[in-house]
Nanobody
Framework: QVQLVESGGGLVQAGGSLRLSCAASGRSFSDYGMGWFRQAPGKRREFVAAINWNGGLTYYADSVKGRFTISRDNAKPTLYLQMNSLAPEDTAVYSC???????????????????WGQGTPVTVSS
């Protein structure tokens, strides 16, 4: 099993930045591709960004491309999401997830992920 704990959420004004962290424990972190997903009130969970096991491949939703950066440090072991130029539509609960079999076809499909954190809320005020 992999345990995931997110942190770094909060309230920020539009145009501001936040850095989310996802601390992992349990089985080897580097065995897993990792993703960030978000869910706003009354909306479906949506893909934000994903990264392969060694950080060599990253994927982003069109809505965050150029503003958000996903990264990982397998030595810590921690996943990050740097969020810049935040907008009110980015308001949501952000969750990290681990997928042992992530590939270029499945990274955005939340049903393929094996383990999830509890989520951290992000609120962007206008």
């Amino acid at each position: 099993q992999v345990q995931l704990v997110e942190s770094g959420g909060g309230l920020v004004q539009a145009g501001g930045s936040l850095r989310l962290s996802c601390a992992a424990s349990g089985r080897s972190f580097s065995d897993y591709g990792m993703g960030w997903f978000r869910q706003a009130p009354g909306k479906r969970r949506e893909f934000v960004a994903a990264i392969n096991w060694n950080g060599g491949l990253t994927y982003y939703a069109d809505s965050v491309k150029g503003r958000f950066t996903i990264s990982r440090d397998n030595a810590k072991p921690t996943l990050y999401l740097q969020m810049n130029s935040l907008a009110p539509e980015d308001t949501a609960v952000y969750s990290c997830a681990a997928d042992r079999s992530m590939n270029s076809r499945t990274y955005s499909d939340y049903t393929t992920y094996d383990y999830w954190g509890q989520g951290t809320p992000v609120t962007v005020s206008s």
